[in-house]
């Protein structure tokens, strides 16, 4: 079995990184993960993050960044990055009365992603269910990515919501082939509710997703809950225990 570059999007722990933000972080390397992807940075100076990321060896893959601060904070926003020592800034989601004109909002998206590259970075976009409706017969996260330049923007896929959205899952994972470099890897209770869920206990064929990324091209992998219905602590070292039991980590 092929190990993954296994990490956690900290927005599951949102709660406990607001009360303890580099406690909490001492606290996923522990359960075993060997990354994270950032929501953003709490009151902590990216130096201290830093030096404590390296101190207990944990890489800073990437981090979700608003598109209010792309658009007009950019340059802060890579220095940070490039002082913290992420390889992806993503843009992780769009405000309601954001949500039109999406073919603009790529063109935007791909200037700011040249910017990000001509600092050695990479832009990406990451999706909920609401950019799988239909613009002209194309999903609007289609149109978003439509330029085809993995350089400029790539994709962040979320299974949970790629299966929210009633889109078949590995098809499109596989139609982005060379253009994922992260994923999400969540979990949905197989009830009416459809909530989120531990890795490994719902509805969704994660270890098929997962082989599906890999020959995609995804490097890193994240697992995120967006709502624990237990302790979060708790549901992302379940989550992790899926993941070593399937040989994964």
């Known amino acids: 079995m092929t190990k993954l570059s296994l990490g956690l999007q900290l927005y599951t722990l949102r709660s406990e990184m607001e009360s303890d933000f580099l406690g909490t972080l001492r606290k996923v390397k522990e359960i075993g993960y060997a990354g994270v992807e950032f929501a953003g940075f709490g009151n902590e100076s990216v130096e201290t993050i830093k030096q404590l990321l390296r101190e207990i060896d944990l890489k800073p893959i990437s981090s979700h960044v ?13 220095e940070e990055h490039l002082e913290l020592g992420c390889t992806y800034i993503v843009c992780p989601w769009l405000e309601p009365d954001a949500r039109h004109h999406y073919a603009e909002l790529g063109q935007q998206l791909e200037v700011i992603g040249a910017t990000c590259r001509d600092h050695g970075l990479t832009l990406c976009y990451h999706h909920h269910d609401f950019e799988f409706d239909k613009i002209d017969d194309r999903y609007a996260l289609d149109v978003i990515l439509a330029r085809q330049d993995a350089s400029l923007l790539s994709l962040e896929l979320d299974m949970y919501w790629v299966t929210y959205a009633g889109v078949p899952l590995l098809p499109y994972i596989e139609q982005y082939q060379g253009r994922v470099p992260l994923m999400h890897v969540k979990d949905m209770e197989d009830t009416a509710e459809r909530a989120f ?8 064929p994660i270890d098929e997703a997962i082989q599906a990324g890999l020959r995609a091209g995804v490097k890193w992998f994240f697992v995120e809950q967006d709502v624990c219905k237990d302790d979060p602590i708790e549901s992302i070292t ?3 225990a899926y993941l070593a039991s399937k040989g994964f980590v």
């Open 197 to 204: 869920a531990p890795v490994g206990t719902g509805q969704i």
């Open 238 to 240: 379940r989550s992790y």
């Open 66 to 78: 608003p598109i209010n601060r792309l658009l007009h904070d950019l340059d802060r926003v890579i």
